[in-house]
């Protein structure tokens, strides 16, 4: 997954170099913050991307959601402490750069993936990729902590409203680092949509032989050499149905 020697570097690689230098803060954690209904963060974190392919500081998307927060206050309650907001944002924005990190590398292999807030508030999915013939793959990311498994958990029970297969990925601590951020390897991200468009080809493979054996079957009679030919085509179209490339 690394660019060839000499190669133009990834968009995802110069986003991992960027924020290899990057540093995070913690602030304090307030009750009536902790409740309050906050904006679409992933809207909000992109809004704040300086360009594409280049996360926000952490400071920038805080004071951005700081902004935001006020602006949605209702003026006759008390004003939330804005070190209190600032770092429940900043908690949220640890996980936005990890997913950020995944899109990019989705997009580079696959051409398209949608990542925004509908996803993640309507379905609990974090990144959808678009595979071969317009094939999707939901990605659930969490944390290693039972919270973030807990909560995980909860909204698998959504999944089945989705046409389409999700699958969960828990980050491995420690194991692809990129300043403090914890990342997904980028071959494990292609290799787990790849695992699941095989499978999709696979499965409509199946469908269509036993259809054109049906088809053949209950058809009028043939010479004898032709079903032979007929179900040749038959697999030679279903091994490069099974091969999509992405």
Known sequence: MRAPFG???????RFER???????????????????????????????????GIAPTQRAYADRVLRLV??????????????????????????LVVQHHAHLVLVDTFGA?????DLDMRYGVDLVAIGNDAVAVGLALRAPTERSRSLAARKAQ?????????????????????????????????GVVMEEIRA????KGRRMEAAAVAAYTSGQRRPKASRRDFMDGVHAALLALRTPQP
């Open 7 to 13: 190669g133009e570097p990834a968009l995802w690689e």
């Open 18 to 52: 960027t924020i290899s230098r990057y540093t995070l803060e913690h602030g304090p954690r307030d009750p009536g913050v902790e409740g309050m209904l906050f904006p679409p963060l992933v809207g909000a974190y992109r809004a704040a991307c300086p360009a594409p």
């Open 70 to 95: 006020l602006a949605a206050h209702d003026p006759y309650l008390p004003r939330p402490d804005d070190d209190a907001v600032r770092a429940r944002a900043g908690r949220a924005y640890i996980s």
């Open 113 to 117: 993936a949608a990542w925004d807030d």
């Open 158 to 190: 959504r999944y089945g409203a989705l046409p389409f297969a999700v699958r969960a990925l828990e980050v491995v601590p420690h194991d692809y680092v990129a300043g403090p951020f914890w990342l997904y390897r980028p071959e494990i991200l292609v």
């Open 200 to 203: 999709h080809w696979d499965a």
